[in-house]
């Protein structure tokens, strides 16, 4: 069965830095997407990083210098360092997987999903 758990997140002051981790079950290919996405209260989901099943790695523009990807070589676990936190970055962050070999930031691309990690960031 596959599913998907964040951890990770928590409450930091703006510049702050936190790691989300994300652990990945039930995939039995390594050729899948990945991604992390976010969710802020009366917002719509949005991308904040989508990684094809080559590595091609794809980030949003509102994040980009500030958070990396990052996974282990079997692709049990995946991670999102977030450095220099903003409080506009304060969401819902979930990670999601398909099988797909290219992929990258529209929500409908994924049909497996985690439950999310809370992320706030104060000023």
């Known amino acids: 069965q596959i599913h998907l758990v964040e951890s990770g997140g928590g409450s930091v002051q703006a510049g702050g830095s936190l790691r989300l981790s994300c652990a990945v079950y039930?995939?039995?290919?390594?050729?899948?997407?990945v991604a992390w996405f976010r969710q802020a209260p009366g917002k719509e989901r949005e991308g904040v990083v989508g990684?094809?099943?080559?590595?091609?790695?794809r980030y949003a523009d509102s994040v980009k210098g500030r958070f990396t990807f990052s996974e282990d070589n079997d692709k049990t676990h995946l991670y999102l360092q977030m450095n220099s936190l903003k409080p506009e970055d304060t969401a819902m962050y979930y990670c999601?997987?398909?099988?797909?070999?290219?992929?990258?930031?529209?929500?409908?691309?994924?049909?497996?999903w985690g439950q999310g990690t809370q992320v706030t960031v104060s000023s």
């Open positions: 990684v094809s099943s080559d590595g091609t790695t």
């Open positions: 039930g995939f039995t290919y390594l050729t899948f997407c």
């Open positions: 999601a997987a398909d099988y797909t070999q290219f992929c990258g930031l529209g929500t409908h691309e994924y049909t497996y």
